[in-house]
């Protein structure tokens, strides 16, 4: 059974940082890539961040590119995505998936999602 437990999210003021974290079980993690979703309220869910399972390559949806960064640890079955600089449109529940990338967009495999953790940025 998948599981997919996010953490990390906080309400913070333009420009902070943040760090978010997702902990996975039920497949295989190390050889799986990973993504970060989000969903602001009103709006459909879109794809943020992915991290290959081989080489850990990466790849950012281009209203993100050069603020977030996203990582991961094997041996704690852990991604992360780092959040620097933060803006109001940044403002969604956050969630992790394994992904992957099909007729020119990531994807989420599987279609049961954690909790989410919410980022809320406002002055």
């Known amino acids: 059974q998948v599981q997919l437990v996010e953490s990390g999210g906080a309400w913070v003021r333009p420009g902070e940082s943040l760090r978010l974290s997702c902990t996975a079980s039920g497949f295989d993690f190390s050889g799986s890539g990973l993504c970060w979703f989000r969903q602001a309220p009103g709006k459909e869910r879109e794809w943020v961040a992915f991290?290959?399972?081989?080489?850990?390559?990466?790849n950012y949806a281009d209203s993100v590119k050069g603020r977030f960064a996203i990582s991961r640890d094997n041996d704690k079955n852990t991604v992360y995505l780092q959040l620097n600089d933060l803006k109001p449109d940044d403002t969604a529940v956050y969630h992790c998936n394994r992904g992957l990338y099909s007729s020119g967009r990531y994807i989420p495999v599987y279609g049961t999602w954690g909790q989410g953790t919410q980022v809320t940025v406002s002055a």
């Open positions: 991290i290959s399972g081989i080489d850990a390559t990466t």
